[in-house]
């Protein structure tokens, strides 16, 4: 299994066996997680730590759960009180971390480019569990499990993306990982939230549903990120719907076996249709949640053998 990797800060640095080896392995942890008991010792005596920066309950539980079938100490800290609020700059955060020596750090940060500057500053595995508008590689990583899964493969197909692209760090990853797959990307979106640059992504880009999702193989909806919104990009949820959102009508267009997916949490009546979101024969939403516990546990399995191969690093 060749993972060379000492960090898991985004996909753009993997390469494409890396990619394999970890989903690979991932596949093994599925079904390792379908049995009664679900527990590996792989992480026993390692500790692990959780800081989210950012509120997440689905991606912060799949890392807290992975961790702890490996066998790892898992500590969540409450970034959300912590010392940063007071003051305290990342470098001061990252030499306090050395001094508690972790194994592993799960960072989820509202900035591009924190979670690498942590990683350039402890002596760890730093795993980037999202950064502000850059990437979330554990997203597009199970995103591409649940793919192969149900495609069976991961190569020449053609994938559309649909929604909020200029916001996500998810189709960023997304587009990364399935480009370097060899697989057709589509975005396809109101170009007010299409990023600038669009044209240098190696994509083609769409403003009409029905077109964007001609005889594609995987549908991606992504889900409207207000958050991170600071002006009117839409007209109305109820007009986004109408153009954008996912329904039975839209999705017609699609191949007839074309798959369903969405990170979430979704907000349903706004980028898909509650019927579609459900659909047993089209949706593999679900399967996305239980295939993020997996990979997750494959990309701390791979960073940890890393880790013990390494030499200990002393903080000078």
């Known amino acids: 299994m060749r993972f060379d990797q000492r960090h898991l800060l985004g996909i753009e640095p993997l390469r494409p066996d890396e990619i394999t080896t970890l989903l690979d392995l991932a596949d093994k942890y599925v079904t ?5 008991e679900k527990r590996s010792g792989v992480l026993s005596g390692l500790t692990q730590i959780n800081m989210f920066f950012e509120n997440s309950t689905r991606t912060q539980a799949s890392f807290e759960l992975a961790g702890k079938r490996l066998g790892a100490d898992v500590m969540n800290m409450a970034m959300q009180a912590s010392s940063i609020k007071k003051g305290e700059t990342l470098v001061d955060t990252a030499l306090s971390l050395n001094a508690m020596h972790p194994d592993l750090l799960v960072v989820r940060h509202p900035h591009s480019g924190a979670v690498d500057l ?4 402890v002596n760890c595995a730093v795993l980037n569990a999202g950064d502000g508008k850059h ?24 994938i559309a993306i649909c929604g909020d692209i200029s916001h996500s760090r998810v189709a960023r990853s997304n587009i990364l990982l399935l480009h370097k797959m060899e697989n057709r990307v589509r975005l396809v979106g109101p170009p ?3 990023p600038s640059g669009i044209e240098h992504f190696g994509v083609e880009v769409y403003d009409d549903m029905r077109e964007g999702l001609k005889d594609v193989d995987v549908v991606m909806m992504l889900r409207l990120q207000k958050e991170r919104m600071d002006g009117g990009f839409i007209p109305s949820e109820r007009e986004y719907y109408h153009r954008y959102g996912l329904d039975a009508e839209k999705l017609s267009y699609a191949a007839d076996d074309a ?4 990170p979430g949490p979704m907000n349903r009546g706004v980028e898909i ?3 579609i979101a459900d659909d047993i024969n089209r949706s593999v939403i679900q399967e996305q949640v239980e295939m993020g ?23 000078a």
């Open 293 to 315: 516990v997996a990979v997750r546990m494959a990309a701390m399995d791979l960073l940890a053998r890393n880790l013990r191969a390494r030499p200990k690093e002393v903080m």
């Open 273 to 275: 249709d509650g019927t």
């Open 192 to 194: 007010t939230l299409m």
């Open 259 to 262: 798959i369903v997916m969405h």
């Open 118 to 121: 942590l990683a350039q500053k």
């Open 135 to 158: 990437e979330h590689p554990t997203q597009a990583l199970l995103d591409a499990l649940t793919i192969r899964r149900a495609k069976g493969r991961l190569h020449r197909l053609n």
């Open 32 to 36: 390792l997680n379908r049995q009664r």
